[in-house]
Nanobody, 127 residues
Framework: QVQLVESGGGLVQAGGSLRLSCAAS????????MGWFRQAPGKERELVAT????????YYADSVKGRFTISRDNAKNPVYLQMNSLKPEDTAVYYC????????????????????WGQGTQVTVSS
């Protein structure tokens, strides 16, 4: 059974930084694109960033571009989300998600593309 476990969330002041991690276990061998999503109270889940299996290709939501960085190391696990210059509007539960991909260089921007999800980690940014 696939498990994705996020960590690194917490409370931070506006302008601060956090680094989220997502560790996967139980997956079959293969290539997996990864995504970070977030959901604020009363809002729909939205894509934050996604990265291809190779790590060479990434995509960011406009709201986080230039502030957040998604990465993965050579072992491809875990996947990180470095969040800098945090704003109160970044407050949400952050989820990582996994997509089995035959293409090592593709990323995926729709939540429907992802088959496995973590339980989420709360990020709260105070003003």
């Amino acid at each position: 059974q696939v498990q994705l476990v996020e960590s690194g969330g917490g409370l931070v002041q506006a302008g601060g930084s956090l680094r989220l991690s997502c560790a996967a276990s139980g997956r079959a061998a293969g290539s997996y694109a990864m995504g970070w999503f977030r959901q604020a109270p009363g809002k729909e889940r939205e894509l934050v960033a996604t990265i291809s299996w190779s790590g060479r290709n990434t995509y960011y939501a406009d709201s986080v571009k230039g502030r957040f960085t998604i990465s993965r190391d050579n072992a491809k696990n875990p996947v990180y989300l470095q969040m800098n210059s945090l704003k109160p509007e970044d407050t949400a539960v952050y989820y990582c998600a996994s997509h089995f991909s035959y293409s090592g260089n593709s990323y995926y921007t729709s939540a429907r593309d992802y088959s496995d999800w973590g339980q989420g980690t709360q990020v709260t940014v105070s003003s």
